[in-house]
């Protein structure tokens, strides 16, 4: 799923807003997590981003990481157990994982606000909710599958 058409200007204005230098890397980065909403990892962007940046490197993308989510400018997801997942929408919402093909789908909350205790004694910073089953699509793989053995 990708987001409405984000220009370099939007990822500029994004990491400036959130105290950040602006790069070439930094920039790319920034407006490749704007516009796929597919919450990738590290190997995905750099995958997707060396073609056009031959001198990018893995290391670059992940301190760049590192930076984005220290400011904020970013979420890192504990949604997978495996491997760390970035979303370049901060604004609150939960995730779903599908348990078979692993896609990770944004969950629009209408009080997110609940999900956070109220309390004196310590200060909520970051709240992650996340869901995990499966998918509409593996759902309607899963049952086209049954379908096939019940008519053999």
Known sequence: MISKTTTVND???HLIDHGIR?????????????EHRTHPT??????????SMPTLSRTTVYNTL???VEH??????????HTSHYDGATAPHAHFRCRR???IIDVDMKDLAL???ESS???????????TGLCARCINDNNQDNNQDNNL
């Open 115 to 117: 999900a956070t205790p």
């Open 121 to 131: 004694e310590f200060t909520v910073e970051h709240v992650e909710i996340s869901y």
């Open 22 to 34: 602006p790069s070439v890397q930094r920039l790319a980065i920034m407006k490749y997590l704007m």
């Open 66 to 68: 590192e930076v984005l």
């Open 42 to 51: 590290v190997d995905k962007i750099y995958n997707d981003l060396r073609p």
């Open 72 to 81: 904020d400018a970013v979420l890192e997801l504990s949604i997978d157990s």
């Open 11 to 13: 990822a500029k204005q």
């Open 101 to 103: 093909c692993g896609a």
